[in-house]
Structures are given as structure tokens and as C-alpha cells.
């Protein structure tokens, strides 16, 4: 069936608690409303809403586990590329009760370690095991994707914090941290274009391509948040070669890109070949 998304009714309902855990909350609260779709070989899958509710809820079991009691309300870095299991990791880990530094997947142990350092943060969940300081806890994406289900009396504790990272193309790279309020308002600028321009929000079902990276801020607040926040389905491409953005554009059938020029570019010079 399809779904339909009543923007003003889900922008109020944020306005009356300014919480991640109420953003969260708003955001699954259609559970059976597909959210995120993938190919695996030649087969198409597909998590709902309520999937990725109680898979944020079995990676926060976890990673309370792995981090420690002690260390909650304090800094944890994700560095993982996007991919399907990004929502229930950020996620995951605010409900543990760890703030969340968003980190490229590919620095350098050496980077890696002076962002935490930089960050105050306790530890990292990580694609790799890095070469850095051993009071870092390190956490493998791949050990937290086969989480088991959090146990019934398990009751998560919200975090309230994200730090982003820029780019340093400039200079060394720096730490901004939003508080869950300052979230909350970049969330609402999707009512700001759901009043401004119907084309690109008009709260009917869309189908959104995860193009850009999570830890960045455009990626993490645009693909990430308020894409969730205001019901599209997300698709999670294998890699990001002009084919593959191209065909997978085409299977399942994107309605809304939200990238660069480099990549218009790209596709551009893609099509005319045809």
C-alpha cells in the first residue's frame, strides 16, 4: 500500500520535545512502512520502519555492552561507509547512551587517533582494527551487524550530542558538536521546503538513492535524518560507479538524488554514451 507522509503533523509533534529520542520515535512510528531497499546478487530486499527500530535496539544492547557503563555520555566514533546498516548504528549507539563523532571511513590511524583525541571520545566502531592508542575501545561493524536480539529488560538510555568533522581540504580538519535541540531545528528545514516547494517534499512516497557519505553533514543530516524523518525509502547502492548509480536508479525507480555537481556530471557523460 502506498504510504503518504503528513509533514506538518510530524514537524509539530517534534517541536513538542526537541529529543533525539523523540526524532527517533517520530521516525519509526509507522513500522511497517518500507524504509531501505538493497540488492543482494539479483534479489531486491527491504527493511521496514520497525526493522530498523529493533535492529537500532539490538546494536544498543551491544554496544553498551562492549563500551561500558562508565563511558556513557561520552564521545564514541562511527567510521563506517554507507551502507543499510548505518541507520541502526547511529542510532544504536545514541540509545546506548554514547554520543555519536561521525568520522570518514577512510582516514589514517594516525588521523583516527588524533580525532578521538580531539573529541575526548572513549572509543570507535570501525570497519578495521587501527593501529592507535590501546585505551581506545575499538568495536568491528561486522561483530556489531550479527548483534542477537537485546535482551526483554533491556531499556535504552538516549544520548544527546553528534560531533562532525569538516573535510580539513583547507586546514586541519575540526570538531563541530550539535546538541539534540540544534538537530532537531536542521530536521524542521524539511518543513521550511515542504512549505517552500512541493517538487522536492510533498509528503507522497519517495524513493531516495544513499549517493553521498553519512558522516558527512550533508549526507548525515539531508540522506540520514530528515529523509527518515519524513518517509522516504532508502536505497543503498553496492558502490558508487556511474553504472551502478545509474542501474540502480533505474530498478528502483529513484525519485530523489541529492548529491554534487560531480556526480551530475558524471552521470551525464554516463547517458550521452547511450
Not at 547511529?90 to 563523532?101: D, E, P, Q, S, T
Not at 587517533?113 to 590501546?134: F, N, P, Q, Y
Amino acid at each position: 500500500m502506498p504510504y503518504t507522509t503528513d509533514i506538518m503533523g510530524r514537524s509539530n509533534s517534534l517541536r513538542q520535545s526537541m529529543t533525539l529520542k523523540n526524532l527517533f520515535d517520530i521516525t519509526c512510528s509507522q513500522g511497517e512502512r518500507p524504509a531501505s531497499h538493497w540488492l543482494e546478487g539479483e534479489q531486491d530486499r527491504l527493511y521496514t520502519y520497525g526493522d530498523l527500530r529493533q535492529k537500532s535496539l539490538d546494536y544498543a544492547a551491544y554496544l553498551a555492552q562492549q563500551l561500558g557503563e562508565n563511558n556513557k555520555g561520552r564521545f564514541v566514533a562511527i567510521q563506517q561507509e554507507t551502507c543499510k546498516e548505518w541507520f541502526p548504528l547511529f542510532w544504536g549507539l545514541i540509545m546506548a547512551g554514547y554520543n555519536a563523532l561521525l568520522l570518514d571511513a577512510n582516514l589514517s590511524d594516525e588521523m583516527t587517533g588524533h580525532m578521538l583525541k580531539e573529541a575526548g571520545a572513549v572509543g570507535v566502531i570501525t570497519h578495521r582494527k587501527h593501529l592507535i592508542d590501546k585505551g581506545y575501545v575499538q568495536v568491528l561493524s561486522e561483530d556489531l551487524f550479527k548483534a542477537p536480539a537485546a535482551p526483554a529488560g533491556f531499556e535504552p538510555t538516549f544520548a544527546d550530542s553528534v560531533a562532525l568533522c569538516t573535510s580539513g581540504t583547507t586546514a586541519t580538519s575540526r570538531i563541530f558538536v550539535y546538541d539534540e535541540e540544534a538537530i532537531c531545528h536542521q530536521v524542521l528545514n524539511s518543513e521550511l521546503l515542504y512549505n517552500a516547494n512541493r517538487r522536492i517534499i510533498s509528503g507522497e512516497p519517495e524513493r531516495s538513492l544513499a549517493f553521498l557519505p553519512f558522516h558527512h553533514i550533508f549526507g548525515f543530516m539531508v540522506n540520514l535524518l530528515w529523509s527518515n524523518f519524513i518517509g522516504f525509502e532508502t536505497v543503498f547502492i553496492k558502490d558508487r560507479a556511474p553504472e551502478t548509480i545509474l542501474g540502480t536508479s533505474r530498478r528502483f525507480k529513484i525519485t530523489f538524488l541529492c548529491a554534487v555537481p560531480l556526480l551530475a556530471n558524471s552521470l551525464s557523460v554516463s547517458l550521452n554514451k547511450k
